[in-house]
């Protein structure tokens, strides 16, 4: 591992604003679907709610985690490719 | 400051690019053979699609003084059609002798199909009966995590192509160990949303170490920047990080794995 040369409140000085910024637009996402909630959440909303309580960890390796939370758990390629997107969470999370 | 862009689909991109990224330091340019948007309808459009990339494109290049250099394949995306990938793969050996290919790239999986996966091993084995190296897309979002282990488990069923020689690109905090533990080159994509900001890819190298990996853009038509690998150098300075690491990693790492090939040669 190769240790960051800056100090830890450089690190602060330089990213502060953007976590705070990005921390205040996922909050203004969730009320904005709270004000328009209709019907059943959709499954991508509930896997970023799951992936969120990662964020109160205290242990490193968030990203990681948080990434293998949204990924597709199973191991054998699938009978056939049906589309060609991708969403950002696993579809199977909703259930 | 110098750099290598080693993967941009420069054929989706302006003139004005060009400009733009050798007066940032750019030093050569690689297009991997990809996915246009929508599914082409014949090997025949592939055909012309090689060409673009083999002699069209290396001349627009050279109008901005920048190497150009390029992999070859089928992309993933197209190769639940079995029918048409093998009719591509017949015809891309008539372009591995073109004098900008690289290799055979990039080549992976796309939603972790069996047909994907048949397509991905018939590519794998032309580039060993070809003696190439070999660029590999990973799948997007969700699919990333299986795709990666998909596709190198593929690869070991090749020990005779040298593992040094294969680059496994668009890897991510919970991929890049899956292919680095695996002795493979790694890419970090940077992308705005999908993938991976200039200082997680940052964050992956202070992790990770600087060897056997590189930084590039995946420019293409779609939310890119053709800039995002030198204006990732600038991250790397504001967080402290001398000129050697900025240059190992974005110079002379692609240099060296580049390099490998006859056929490259930087500016």
């Given amino acids: ?95 | 400051m110098r750099y290598i862009e080693p993967h941009a689909h420069m054929v989706s991109r302006t003139t004005d690019d060009y400009e733009r990224m050798v007066t940032s330091g750019c030093q050569a340019v690689i297009e991997p053979a990809f996915w246009a948007g929508f599914d082409r309808s014949s090997a025949q459009g592939f055909y012309d699609y090689l060409r673009q990339i083999t002699e069209y494109e290396p001349r627009r290049a050279a109008k901005y003084l920048l190497p150009h250099y390029c992999w070859l394949c089928i992309n993933p995306k197209e190769s639940e059609d079995t029918v048409l990938a093998d009719e591509v793969l017949s015809i891309i050996p008539e372009f591995i002798g073109k004098p900008n290919v690289l290799g055979i790239g990039e080549i992976g999986l796309n939603k972790n199909s069996k047909n994907e996966l048949a397509v991905l091993e018939k590519h794998i084995q032309l580039a060993a009966d070809h003696d190439q190296m070999v660029l590999v897309h990973t799948p997007h979002l969700e699919d990333k995590r299986k795709g990666t282990k998909l596709i190198v488990d593929a690869l070991k069923n090749h020990p005779e192509i040298d593992p040094a020689k294969i680059i496994i690109d668009h890897v991510e905090e919970h991929t890049v160990g899956i292919v680095k533990d695996a002795g493979f080159w790694a890419g970090i994509t940077l992308y705005p949303e999908s993938k991976c900001t200039s200082a997680r890819a940052t964050d992956i190298l202070e992790i990770y170490g600087t060897e056997q990996i590189w930084i590039n853009s995946a420019c293409d038509w779609g939310h890119s920047n053709p800039l995002a690998v030198p204006q990732t150098a600038l991250h790397m300075r504001r967080r402290g990080h001398d000129q050697e690491f900025i240059d190992k990693i974005l110079f002379k790492n692609p240099h060296d794995f580049l390099s490998q090939s006859p056929n490259f040669k930087a500016l």
Avoid: W
């Fill in chain 1, 1 to 95: 591992m190769i240790a960051p040369p800056a100090t830890t409140p450089a690190l602060a000085d330089d990213g502060f604003m953007d976590a705070r910024a990005k921390m205040l637009d996922i909050a203004a996402f969730l009320d904005r679907l709270d004000r328009h909630a209709q019907g059943s959440e959709d499954y991508r909303i509930a896997a970023l709610r799951s992936a969120l309580t990662e964020l109160h960890s205290e242990t490193p390796g968030r990203v990681a985690r948080i990434l293998d939370q949204l990924s597709d758990p199973s191991q054998e390629p699938i009978e056939q490719a049906t589309e060609q997107g991708a969403a950002g969470a696993y579809l199977n999370l909703k259930s």
